[in-house]
């Protein structure tokens, strides 16, 4: 990974990964955002900018020229959902 990212708290990093979830997921945005708002006491700008980092981290890593390639492998296998085929969207 990246220094830079050492500066976000664990809270709004596993914020943002939940908010990514909730918007891969399509699931009725509003009251699950609200509530997770509401829980941890993060603006949504804030959830929305690390998410955005995530993103990017996520399309970097994600490449076919990545090291990780086997870890995207893992991800593809039907006992995990195929996660690792979601489209991101910005």
């Known amino acids: 990974m990246d220094i830079k990212y050492l500066k976000y708290h664990h809270s709004r990093i596993a914020a943002a990964c939940v908010y990514l979830s909730i918007k891969i997921n399509k699931s009725n ?16 700008n804030d959830i929305r900018e690390t998410a955005k980092l995530i993103c990017g981290i996520l399309k970097i890593y994600g490449c076919d020229k990545s090291n990780l390639q086997a870890i995207r492998k893992k991800y593809l296998l039907e006992k995990n959902l195929k996660v690792a085929r979601v489209e991101i969207q910005n």
């Open 29 to 44: 945005n509003s009251n699950w955002i609200n509530e997770l708002i509401e829980t941890s006491k993060i603006p949504e």
